[in-house]
């Protein structure tokens, strides 16, 4: 791989952690880019009760800017993550924009249709160079023995779909259903659902 190569794929993934440097929280008020110190403090100083407490301290802004920094990195952190892969999966597959990308619809509680997203998609077919593909075909016939697939249900799987994750939580009930319907929606369209996970801290509740 070039160095121009390798500077453009970590400059994909690195450019949305940058915009965590300009984190200012928001205190649940909809105010364009946030509060500042000053802000927060005629904010918080305006209300007696907070004030009584000493809310308005500068140490409280700094944590609430601190918990909503980190917050705001982890998923700035996937964010990259999922460009990052996608743009991996078109330079090495040889895959366009529209390929690596997949989305679903599903009926809303207001009756109307909501589009749901994953991260990344191979359609094996879409692979022009034999030997990848050939590579992807083997890794395709392993996931599906060690998932033990039917063969009515495997030989319907023309592709892979994955959802890109920084890290995983197993206690985040509402990310593990969202997960469940993404994977059966997958499935039901024929592709193999995959959990790509970049960290190595994994919740060993899902190991």
Known sequence: ????????????????????ANY????????????????FQSLYGSDAFYKWLGLDSPLMYSAHKAAGGITSIYRQ????????????????????????KWSYQVDA???????????????FDDIKDADKRAKVITWKNEVIKDLQLSKAVADAMTGVVFEICQGYKSKDSKRQNADITNASNA????????????????DEDIL
């Open 77 to 100: 952190i996937g964010i990259g993550c999922e460009r990052l892969v996608r743009e991996i999966l078109k330079d090495f597959l040889g895959l366009d924009e529209d390929g690596v």
């Open 109 to 123: 509680p207001n009756g109307k249709k909501r589009t749901l997203s994953l991260d990344g998609r191979i359609i």
């Open 1 to 20: 791989m070039t160095t121009e190569k390798n500077e453009r794929l970590r400059e994909i993934l690195i450019a949305p952690v940058r915009e965590c």
């Open 24 to 39: 200012s929280p928001k205190f649940g008020h909809s105010k364009p880019g946030g509060f500042s110190l000053a802000d």
């Open 187 to 202: 499935i039901a369209n024929g592709y193999i659902p995959c959990l790509m996970v970049m960290s190595s801290q994994i």
